[in-house]
């Protein structure tokens, strides 16, 4: 059975469908934001020269979505499906941003649990290279299950190798823990000025553009 790069993949929040030309608009709205980028090993993919090599380079993989907030049906990011080896039984997910206002786990983990739950009807193995000092997407990698596999150099655009790290996650491991509860959210009576403070300061901003 061979692997379907871009199905339609449909959460509760977020929908992803394939990338087409007529996304340009929309995607490099959400992409234009350098804070996107700042952690990542090509800081300045929010420059529209360089954001078109990264989206031309995407039509033509076979394997990019738009995600697609299913409340306001706007286009909030990308991802992709990369490097399918059936002789691993392996499948890379990359190239992965969300706006800004995304950030927070949510939606990065429903569309990471997606596309898992996905791959694991093609292969045994996902894996996920995130630049060496990205410590915001390896923290947000480790929270869906992904597990350190050494370093490995890559290359982006013009620059020299970068030392990525390399996560992986098992079939059997993921199926566990997808069918485990999450435990419950411990609550706290803070008073409402506390609780708009945390808000305010934008503590939860752990997501991840790899």
Do not use: C
Request: glycine share 6%; no cysteine.
């Amino acid at each position: 059975m061979s692997f379907d790069l871009q199905p339609n993949l449909k959460g509760e929040l977020i929908e992803l469908r394939a990338l087409r030309p007529e996304d340009w608009d929309d995607l490099f709205a959400v992409a234009s934001d350098p804070l996107i980028w700042e952690q990542h090993p090509e800081s300045d993919r929010y420059k529209e020269d360089v954001f078109r090599v990264f989206f031309k380079e995407a039509l033509e993989s076979g394997g990019a979505f738009v995600v697609v907030d299913k409340k306001s049906q706007q286009i909030i990011g990308s991802t992709r499906f990369h490097g399918y080896d059936p002789e691993k039984s392996e499948i890379e997910i990359g190239w992965t941003f969300l706006a800004r206002n995304y950030w927070g786990g949510r939606y990065n983990r429903e569309m990471k649990q997606l596309m898992l739950a996905h791959a694991f009807k093609f292969v045994e193995n996902v894996v996920f290279y995130v630049g060496e000092k990205n410590i915001r997407s390896q923290k947000a990698t480790e929270k869906i299950g992904g597990i350190r596999d050494g370093l490995v150099q890559k290359v982006y655009g013009n620059r020299p190798p970068a030392f990525n790290v390399r996560y992986l996650i098992k079939k059997p491991e993921w199926l566990v823990s997808a069918r485990a509860p999450r435990p419950a959210r411990e609550t706290r009576a803070f008073p409402r000025s506390k609780w708009a403070a945390v808000n305010d300061r934008g503590y939860s901003r752990n997501d991840l553009t790899m």
